[in-house]
């Protein structure tokens, strides 16, 4: 299991790469919806930030290694939503 520093660094840096990713594909991607794009960088965002909050505060009643390996596994699904969202 990873500890909460590496794992908020994990979250960060997949985080920004998204969202560098997302930038360049908007700036550059030919017909693009702007609205579209907005809103991919905006919930990108709010995923970074939804999932960083959540690693210093588990939910009470649950094993501590089970919810951190739900909590990386449903990062892990949403990012790869976001990523499948950026290359359409």
């Given amino acids: 299991m990873m500890n909460k520093r590496s794992l ?6 997949v985080s920004d ?10 700036l550059y991607g ?3 919806n702007a609205e ?4 991919l960088i905006n919930s990108i965002l709010t995923m970074r930030e939804d999932f960083v909050s959540r ?3 588990p939910e009470p009643g649950m094993k ?5 390996k739900d909590l990386r596994d449903k990062f892990i ?5 976001i990523a499948d969202q950026i290359s359409l």
């Fill in 30 to 32: 030919n017909n693009r």
């Fill in 77 to 81: 699904s949403q990012a790869q939503e």
């Fill in 55 to 57: 690693i210093s505060h």
């Fill in 8 to 13: 908020k660094k994990a979250i960060n840096a």
């Fill in 36 to 39: 579209n794009d907005e809103a």
């Fill in 64 to 68: 501590k290694q089970a919810y951190y």
């Fill in 17 to 26: 790469q998204l969202f560098a990713n997302a930038v360049a594909v908007s």
